[in-house]
């Protein structure tokens, strides 16, 4: 299964690779240079299909807990100062995606969309200190009824030119559902009262719509 977001760029690869294979076949009488385009053309194809792959995850909804908003690597889990919205000390607890994850966004609690930007910026790369206030970004806040409101942030790597952002303010959204993509490389911040507890670690893999990042009982 494919997010929505990739339709377009699977069918220009797909054209483009069915392209490369009739030119090679139709002008090429090289046999082993036929075969290495093949293969790298194919190759291209299944690296594109991998990166908008979408697997089907059934999240086990509750108010009680907050899930894994993405696919990745915990790189950050600390008190910063939050600028944007609450303009005061959060524990913001940091998910890394490379070129390989799955790279959907999903709402990583139930509530209510309180606020919900896009900022255009730079693309570091997306473990640099200043990638969460320089770089291409959107930040959605939502209220939820447990752990009143939290924030999200979707970053732009060094490789990602489009983040996907489907929260608009006003929404009531669904925990696991989708709330957007971003295309090629990026990360994603979440932003905890002071006092949460957190239940990932550094370094811990991060399944979305499955890790439970904090839980309450």
């Known amino acids: 299964m494919f997010h929505k977001e990739g339709s377009k760029i699977i069918f220009i690869t797909l054209l483009v690779v069915v392209g490369i294979i009739f030119m090679a076949d139709a002008f090429l009488t090289i046999e082993w240079l036929k075969s290495v385009l093949y293969i790298l053309a194919l190759a291209i194809l299944v690296l594109v299909l991998q990166f908008f792959r979408n697997p089907k995850r059934i999240a086990d909804n509750s108010d009680n807990h907050i899930l894994a908003p993405v696919d990745g690597k915990v790189v950050v ?7 944007e919205y609450f303009k005061d000390k959060r524990l913001m607890v940091s998910i890394f995606m490379s070129p390989i ?3 959907v966004t999903r709402y990583c609690v139930n509530g ?3 606020y919900s930007k896009y900022h255009p910026g730079k693309y570091l790369v997306a473990w640099h200190p200043k990638a969460s206030e320089e770089n291409e970004r959107t930040t959605v806040v939502i209220n939820n009824r447990v752990y009143g409101e939290i924030l999200y942030r979707q970053i732009a790597g060094a490789l990602a030119r489009r983040i996907v952002n489907y929260a608009q303010e006003g929404m009531r959204v669904v925990q696991g559902k989708d709330a957007g993509f971003i295309k090629f490389g990026s990360r994603v911040d ?3 009262p002071i ?3 957190i239940n990932v670690k550094l370094g811990d893999k991060a399944i979305g719509n499955k890790t439970v990042i904090s839980k309450k009982a």
């Not at 889990?77 to 600028?83: G, L």
């Open 101 to 103: 994850n799955v790279h």
């Open 195 to 197: 006092g949460t507890e």
């Open 112 to 114: 209510i969309v309180k």
């Open 77 to 83: 889990i600390e008190e910063v100062y939050e600028p």
């Open 190 to 192: 979440i932003y905890l």
